[in-house]
T-cell receptor
């Protein structure tokens, strides 16, 4: 069974640029959640996708957007990058079902905005 | 909105000893789930243990156990026979049992050091 994978592992961008991060969910999981983890802090919920539709969103501006594909993989897009967007971006997958499902995380993508 | 508080930014324990990490949360819901995740320097968030709020029995996973006090809204993690590989950042997390997204709300973490 393949776990959650993310790409790239790290990248460097400049302010104002756009970035796309990718996530492949664990086998059998149809829900993907994205989190932003600033240095020294706990992860903050960005949004969740279920069956290719946004299923909930945290307190992040519209320049954070996402997609989910028919194979349940997902992308996180960030436009007009700001210095404060520098963080670890975590993807988690879960089998949305009876309510008790656990989220399993990928290794993350470290983004540095200069 | 739910909040999760971890009041111990750092903890240390001697190898083979026992350590307890504290977590409190605030919610008005009755149906929810609580988790402890471990994040080693490799950055990957690893599930340690989970607790359903409707279960009175405390969850255990090998050397890891929780003390779930629902009325006090407290959810501490006990690590027995600590090993060097237990050194990591530990996060307590809350998830509602209702609503569509059911996102995780994390505390600020406790950095655990295991001394040889």
């Amino acid at each position: 069974e393949t776990g959650v994978t993310q790409s790239p592992t790290h990248l460097i961008k400049t302010r104002g640029q756009q970035v796309t991060l990718r996530c492949s969910s664990q086998s059998g999981h149809n829900t993907v959640s994205w989190y932003q983890q600033a240095l020294g802090q706990g992860p903050q919920f960005i949004f969740q996708y279920y069956r290719e539709e946004e299923n909930g969103r945290g307190n992040f501006p519209p320049r954070f957007s996402g997609l989910q594909f028919p194979n349940y993989s997902s992308e996180l897009n960030v436009n007009a990058l700001e210095l404060d967007d520098s963080a670890l971006y975590l993807c988690a997958s879960s089998p949305l079902g009876g309510g008790g499902e656990t989220q399993y995380f990928g290794p993350g993508t470290r983004l540095l905005v200069l | 909105a739910q909040t999760v508080t971890q009041s111990q930014p750092e903890m240390s324990v001697q190898e083979a000893e026992t350590v307890t990490l504290s977590c409190t949360y605030d919610t008005s819901e009755s149906d929810y789930y609580l988790f402890w995740y471990k994040q080693p320097p490799s950055r990957q968030m690893i599930l340690v243990i989970r607790q359903e709020a409707y279960k009175q029995q405390n969850a255990t996973e090998n050397r890891f156990s929780v003390n779930f006090q629902k009325a006090a809204k407290s959810f501490s993690l006990k690590i027995s026979d600590s090993q060097l590989g237990d050194a990591a950042m530990y996060f307590c997390a809350y998830r509602s049992g209702s609503g569509s997204a059911r996102q995780l709300t994390f505390g600020s973490g406790t950095q655990l050091t295991v001394l040889p």
